[in-house]
């Protein structure tokens, strides 16, 4: 069982950065490969990035590469996203979750989600 709380969240202008923050309990935190999700009013959810669990592998959506970093510290059981650059397309919720047998990017195949944190970006 894994519990995921995010973090970091916020109204920024366009242009703007911002880190999420996601810490997750269990002693097995390093097992699991972690994504970011994002979703926005009226739309589906959508794959951000997902790193695997040792850190060694960083995917992308083709949206956000060159602006996103994700990024993990297994020793403080979190993971991060760095958003740089960013654009008012970018508002919505953003999720972090955790998937212990799966390495992809489909958000149905992922175990554990958490609460969601809102970035809004302004014009």
């Known amino acids: 069982q894994v519990q995921l709380v995010e973090s970091g969240g916020g109204l920024v202008q366009a242009g703007g950065s911002l880190r999420l923050s996601c810490a997750a309990s269990?002693?097995?935190?390093?097992?699991?490969?972690m994504g970011w999700f994002r979703q926005a009013p009226g739309k589906e959810r959508e794959f951000v990035a997902r790193?695997?669990?040792?850190?060694?592998?960083?995917y992308y959506a083709d949206s956000v590469k060159g602006r996103f970093t994700i990024s993990r510290d297994n020793a403080k059981n979190t993971v991060y996203l760095q958003m740089n650059s960013l654009k008012p397309e970018d508002t919505a919720v953003y999720y972090c979750?955790?998937?212990?047998?799966?390495?992809?990017?489909?958000?149905?195949?992922?175990?554990?989600w958490g609460q969601g944190t809102q970035v809004t970006v302004s014009s």
């Open positions: 790193i695997t669990w040792s850190g060694g592998r960083t």
């Open positions: 979750a955790a998937a212990r047998d799966y390495s992809g990017s489909s958000y149905t195949r992922y175990d554990y």
């Open positions: 269990g002693r097995t935190f390093s097992s699991y490969n």
